[in-house]
């Protein structure tokens, strides 16, 4: 039996062989690549934040100050792809971190499965992006952590660092709202189901016993559940509260996530949706794009003459029209849900079609040309000249564009979870289950509420996938079935070159 002494240096020999893996693959790869990349429209307003305290109706504005503190001295964006790949290794260590401790995937396999991590395309891309994905991907994996930790051994206090880490989250990237908010409700009454009645019969509990327990656990189980809500409705509260003070507007999360909906279903609009009768008389001669093509939703939302462009000019408040478009929205979802899941699926199935996942790349990689008010912030503000930037071929953007067999790799993640939680046996099931339900939830919110396809709302995903693969590999060498595999491989060869050899004259 091994010392608890050993234990402690061997866990500590685990983390630090992690940590210098991790460290030494995310250095080597910034002093190849330490080129600082734009999202025009994304990165422009976080620019904005940083040098005006500009608040962005729809995106975070805590990135934008988290900008303005780390350049106050130096003046300088490499700065900031330093610290987001620090991020992005802080968030390859919870991955490795996560297999063994929790998933009890071997030492040796976790470290591997880290560095993939580490190595992984989009997250690669994104560290070099003025772009909320690497903070917010590292965030969610704290939170995924705290919430493990929780479901090992429930506590307030772990309640309260998972409360906190979701709110810095939804601050940095709302996508993640979904999650947060299911995982207040979700992960305090999984935790109830953490230790089961065979465990308990098995340590000399008898019927009566295992049925008190059970009670007293699910009592407090809805205790914890209900702290959780309350954490998080206090926290969230107090966010929409400092983003109203901060926009002169009313408490939000933000103020364009009517329009993100509606431009995201607009091919199922019907005229009887519409929540306002003053718009309802607009039909698609009014518009420049046709409203059933599903391929022209960015256009709808983003360019004039499309259908938020109409709404948003029909009203003297961003407020009263972003609730009218919340509104209409609301109505074709409850008029038909179905479509819904219909366009989501089409969105998805669009993924697999290797021509339009190419071109969906190249509009992640952001080659637009630099208009010249982000050019003047660059100069002005960060010595430095964008001319010919946003078309620069570099080694990320390049390895970007050219890993299409991972992506698919990622669309198939529903098969790797489900492969993943048949060959664990039920030893971590609560921990896979939660895990696979937040990445459902990001799949669905990649493929529902989108105006275009893009591996960026994929980004957490690539990470979940990574776990799944780290803890479906440990379990297929544990039982031995890749050497089961390989050992078939080698007879099926050598009967097959017998039976060549039998037939040479």
């Not at 989250?169 to 009454?189: D, E, N, Q, T």
């Not at 479509?339 to 989501?344: E, H, K, N, T």
């Not at 275009?452 to 039982?479: C, K, Q, S």
């Amino acid at each position: 039996m091994q010392a608890p002494g050993d234990m402690s240096r061997d866990k500590g020999s685990f983390l630090t062989h992690l940590i210098l893996y991790i460290l030494a693959v995310k250095v080597v790869i910034f002093m190849v690549d330490p080129t600082v990349m734009f999202f025009i429209d994304d990165s422009t307003r976080y620019l904005d934040t940083a040098v005006s305290s500009y608040i962005p109706p729809d995106r975070s504005f805590l990135y934008g100050f988290m900008i303005r503190w780390l350049t106050h001295l130096c003046r300088s964006l490499t700065i900031l792809v330093f610290f987001q790949v620090l991020c992005s290794a802080v968030t390859a260590v919870l991955a490795g971190y996560l297999l063994n401790r929790f998933l009890s995937v071997k030492k040796n396999i976790s470290i591997a499965f880290a560095v993939v991590c580490a190595f992984a395309p989009v997250q690669v891309l994104y560290e070099r992006y003025v772009m909320t994905e690497t903070v917010s991907l590292m965030l969610f994996a704290v939170y995924v952590t705290a919430a493990f930790f929780y479901l090992r051994k429930p506590g307030v206090k772990t309640l309260l660092v998972m409360s906190l880490a979701g709110v810095f989250l939804i601050a940095f990237r709302l996508s993640y709202l979904p999650c947060v908010l299911c995982g207040a409700v979700i992960v305090p009454c999984i935790a109830f189901f953490n230790r089961s009645n065979e465990e308990l019969r098995d340590n000399g509990w008898n019927q009566g016993s295992i049925k008190t327990f059970s009670i007293r656990r699910a009592g407090i189980s809805f205790l914890y559940m209900v702290i959780s809500c309350l954490l998080t409705y206090g926290l969230h509260s107090a966010y929409k509260t400092i983003n109203g003070r901060l926009s002169s507007k009313p408490p939000a999360y933000q103020y364009c996530d009517g329009y993100h909906l509606l431009a995201s279903w607009a091919p199922l609009l019907k005229k009887e949706d519409f929540a306002d009768p003053r718009i309802a008389g607009y039909t698609q001669q009014y518009f420049y794009y046709r409203l059933e093509d599903r391929y022209e939703r960015m256009n709808h939302r983003w360019a004039d003459y499309g259908l938020i462009y109409y709404i948003h000019h029909m009203y003297d408040s961003r407020v009263k029209a972003n609730k009218i478009a919340h509104d209409t929205a609301m109505n074709i979802l409850r008029r038909d849900p179905l479509g819904v899941m219909r366009l989501a699926w089409e969105s998805y199935m669009d993924y697999w079609d290797i021509g339009m996942l190419k071109n969906t790349l190249m509009g992640d990689r952001s080659t637009r040309s630099f208009p010249e008010g982000l050019m003047e912030i660059l100069k002005s503000n960060y010595h430095m000249n964008g001319e010919g930037l946003a078309s620069k071929k570099t080694f990320t953007n390049q390895y970007f564009l050219n890993a299409i067999p991972w992506y698919l790799i990622i669309f198939s993640l529903p098969v790797i979870i489900a492969l993943s939680i048949i060959m664990d046996k039920g030893r971590h099931t609560i921990f896979l289950s939660l895990l696979g339900f937040f990445a459902i939830l990001i799949l669905i919110n990649s493929t529902t509420l989108v105006h275009r396809n893009t591996m960026r709302f994929f980004h957490p995903d690539e990470w979940i996938t990574v776990i799944f693969l780290g803890v479906l590999y440990d379990r297929i060498m544990a039982r031995g079935l890749a050497r089961a595999m390989y050992e078939r491989l080698q007879i099926s060869k050598r009967f097959i070159t017998a039976r060549y050899r039998k037939t040479m004259p």
